[in-house]
């Protein structure tokens, strides 16, 4: 397939999930209407709010880390969960009102961050003592209620984010604290965050996709490649590998594909050197069989081209 | 929407989200197995190093003789010319029963000022404990730190030490030893195991 039938595919995909129709994207296409002026707004309104997001981020850290040893308790906590709260609220009025829009997701993504620095701050201010773990714990699952439920309710991309990364620190320390073997945490997580990666591909909020894609291979490659490297089983890692391959095709993923191709290289390279440290004639043959292939490759698609997909 | 027809429409993502929870459901039920568990037995008596505000002119060493606790106190060379004390020790027991860890009294000895040489002493704190210094302990279990392998890039992603903390060990099983959060006991390389409690006078 060429790359402009991969984006031909990709425009049908988009246009199917949005439901958009012709008239719409002929419009955009031509830049008639709303859509040129509404782009060039929508970009720099984006803008102003990342850089106010920014400031106001790191106004707030710097005030609070030159006061923090005048503060009694109260303070500490007013200073970090009290903005927290109020950003998290102000970015729930910015998503009602459609000038505001705009400043909703990194008000979102400030506030992700400073409400449960907050939340922590309260926990060691008025806490009793007990293990740092079950704080974290806490904090991450009033977050993710949270950051669930207002995605539930306002179906932004930016809360699906908060709350898969708050989920996925819940489910590590809870696995954390019951004692679970951390290879088997770690490939149940991969496999989890490939699973609800795929689902977001099909989504409205497709483009967080990459991301989740990107950590679920790579946590369940590496976490595949430790538990079985020098054990007899050591073999299957490379069919796992090839195996993301294949899946990065199907979803046509290239974050899946660049860590499936590295897990492969690492695998083959470690492969030789464990084997055939001092045989010049191992690499040889890896090139050989890589160039057979690429022909082979080639091949089927000619093949695919000119007798299956013609009929 | 039904949830039947969420279900069926979201596959993919309700076995996403199922897998931790069945993993977590797994290990509940594991650790709740009475039949299948072998806890530790036998209580230990371990030390880490202590950091007093003053700086002491004696030195001291822990160990077991003849199934006793002692402390080797060595007189160290007046500053300017000589050192100053590498530190002092604080010393803890595991209680087996409770799964705890507490504090055992261990200060400087009165004649603090007046000590010469070397000089042995029983330690009080431990003076109706018979220890066996054996690494091992009799039924089969032994101190080892950072045995929970794995996580390598989990837990470079969301931290977490437990990973590393001391554990009591014997075959498939692994035992944190936990001070309940409330009295850290310093790094791995601190620790220093002294003796299996194996009878208590």
């Given at each position: 397939m060429t790359a402009k039938q991969d984006a031909l595919v990709e425009v049908v995909d988009l246009i199917a999930r949005h439901g958009l129709t012709i008239d719409e994207v002929s419009a955009a296409l031509a830049g008639k209407g709303d859509y040129a002026t509404q782009r060039t707004s929508s970009v720099l309104s984006r803008l102003f709010a990342y850089l106010g997001g920014t400031f106001v981020f790191v106004g707030l850290g710097i005030f609070v880390g030159m006061r923090w040893d005048d503060l009694g308790p109260a303070g500490r906590v007013l200073l970090t969960l009290g903005p927290g709260l109020c950003l998290f609220v102000f970015a729930l009025v910015c998503t009602s009102d459609a000038r505001l829009e705009a400043a909703a997701t990194p008000l979102f993504l400030v506030a992700g961050l400073v409400q449960p620095t907050g939340l922590l701050v309260m926990l060691r201010e008025y806490g009793n003592g007990g293990e740092a773990e079950h704080a974290v714990l806490f904090t991450s699952l009033v977050m993710l209620v949270q950051q669930g439920c207002t995605f539930w309710a306002r179906r932004r991309t930016v809360l699906a984010f908060t709350t898969i990364v708050f989920g996925s620190i819940a489910v590590f320390v809870s696995l954390d604290l019951l004692d679970a073997n951390m290879y088997m945490t770690g490939i149940t997580m991969g496999a989890s965050l490939l699973c609800i990666g795929w689902s977001l591909d099909r989504s409205p909020h497709r483009a967080i996709a990459g991301v989740v894609y990107f950590f679920g291979a790579a946590l369940l490659l590496e976490e595949t490649y430790a538990w079985l490297r020098r054990e007899p089983l050591e073999i299957l890692f490379l069919g796992l590998a090839c195996a993301m391959v294949v899946l990065a095709t199907v979803a046509r993923s290239r974050s899946l594909l660049a860590v499936g191709t590295v897990a492969l290289i690492g695998y083959i390279a470690d492969f030789i050197y464990q084997h055939f440290a001092d045989n010049l004639g191992a690499p040889l043959v890896l090139m050989a069989i890589g160039l057979v292939f690429i022909g082979a490759g080639a091949a089927a698609v000619r093949i695919n081209a000119r007798y299956i997909a013609g009929h | 929407m039904s949830v039947?027809?969420?279900?069926?429409?979201?596959?993919?993502?309700?076995?996403?989200?199922?897998?931790?929870?069945?993993?977590?459901?797994?290990?509940?039920?594991?650790?709740?197995?009475?039949?299948?568990?072998d806890p530790p037995k036998y209580d230990f008596v371990f030390s880490t190093r202590d950091h007093p505000s003053t700086q002491t002119p004696v030195d001291v060493r822990l160990l077991v003789k003849d199934h006793v606790l002692v402390a080797q106190y060595t007189k160290l060379p007046s500053a300017p010319a000589g050192y100053a004390s590498a530190g002092w020790r604080k010393l803890y027991l595991y209680d087996a029963g409770s799964r705890t860890v507490r504090q055992l009294e261990f200060g400087f000895p009165p004649d603090l000022a007046a000590l010469e040489g070397t000089r042995e002493e029983p330690v009080a704190a431990a003076a109706g404990m018979t220890l066996d210094p054996a690494l091992q302990s009799p039924d089969g279990y032994e101190l080892s730190f950072g045995d929970r392998r794995g996580g390598g890039l989990l837990l470079e992603m969301f931290g977490?030490?437990?990973?590393?903390?001391?554990?009591?060990?014997k075959d498939g099983r692994s035992v944190p030893i936990s001070a309940g959060g409330r009295e850290p006991f310093g790094f791995n390389s601190d620790i220093e195991f002294l003796g299996w409690v194996t009878a208590k006078r």
């Open positions: - | 039947a027809k969420f279900v069926k429409d979201n596959l993919v993502l309700v076995v996403g989200l199922t897998l931790p929870v069945l993993l977590m459901v797994g290990f509940l039920a594991a650790s709740a197995l009475p039949a299948l568990n977490g030490s437990r990973a590393y903390e001391p554990r009591l060990r």
